[in-house]
């Protein structure tokens, strides 16, 4: 099994620009989880969604859209990127109840 | 709602000392608590969990935690630090069973260095 993958790694934008974070899972998880890491501030949750065709907001959602279209990926949109948007974008995703998550490897993405 | 407390943003120690990594969380419902360790350029991995029952959890590499709830602490101790044990690590709460318990608030991390 894969666990969770990100597509792309790393990513440079200019401001303004669009993108779109992939997130796939391929252990069957109900829920699934958007997270921004910046120095000193931990993982902030932006969107999660707890099951194929849902989604919630998160603690810092503005920004981003998300869309869960199949049980197995979640994406995460940036429609207008700013630079306040640098950071590193880590997806994860659970079971449920009280499991874990699971990280992926997480996307490095700069806006200049 | 849930918040972390990681007192401490980074710790040192020698190689062989105690590895004492203090969380202190806030919560208004039976809380579960998680340990996270990140390596450097990779996700998160799980090092330990509490949900109910005996309140010494052990975990991965040698770690463990106890939930104090007079004290609403889930320290995370290892006995003798090891190269290896370099990362950052993460304290997390969420909700319990019935509340809000598919959400992870995150604390802000301690970065751990092993001093040869």
């Known amino acids: 099994n894969a666990g969770v993958t990100q597509t792309p790694k790393f990513r440079v934008l200019k401001t303004g620009q669009s993108m779109t974070l992939l997130c796939a899972q391929d252990m069957n998880h109900e829920y699934m989880y958007w997270y921004r890491q910046d120095p000193g501030m931990g993982l902030r949750l932006i969107h999660y969604s707890v099951g194929e065709g849902t989604t919630a907001k998160g603690e810092v959602p503005d920004g981003y859209n998300v869309s869960r279209l199949k049980k197995q990926n979640f994406l995460l949109g940036l429609e207008s990127a700013a630079p306040s948007q640098t950071s590193v974008y880590f997806c994860?995703?659970?079971?449920?109840?009280?499991?874990?998550?699971?990280f992926g490897p997480g996307t490095r993405l700069t806006v200049l | 709602a849930q918040s972390v407390t990681q007192l401490g943003s980074h710790v040192s120690v020698s190689e062989g000392a105690l590895v004492l990594l203090r969380c202190n969380y806030s919560?208004?419902?039976?809380?579960?608590l998680f340990w996270y360790v990140q390596y450097p350029n990779q996700g998160l991995q799980l090092l330990l969990k509490y949900t109910t029952g005996a309140t010494l959890v052990k975990g991965i590499n040698g770690f463990e935690a106890e939930f104090k709830k007079s004290e609403t602490s889930f320290h995370l101790t290892k006995p003798s630090a090891h190269m290896s044990d370099a990362a950052e690590y993460f304290c997390?709460?969420?909700?319990?069973?019935?509340?809000?318990?598919?959400?992870?608030?995150f604390g802000t991390g301690t970065r751990l260095t092993i001093i040869p």
């Open positions: 919560s208004s419902v039976p809380p579960y």
């Open positions: 997390a709460v969420s909700g319990g069973h019935n509340f809000g318990n598919e959400k992870l608030t």
């Open positions: 994860a995703s659970s079971p449920g109840g009280y499991n874990e998550q699971f």
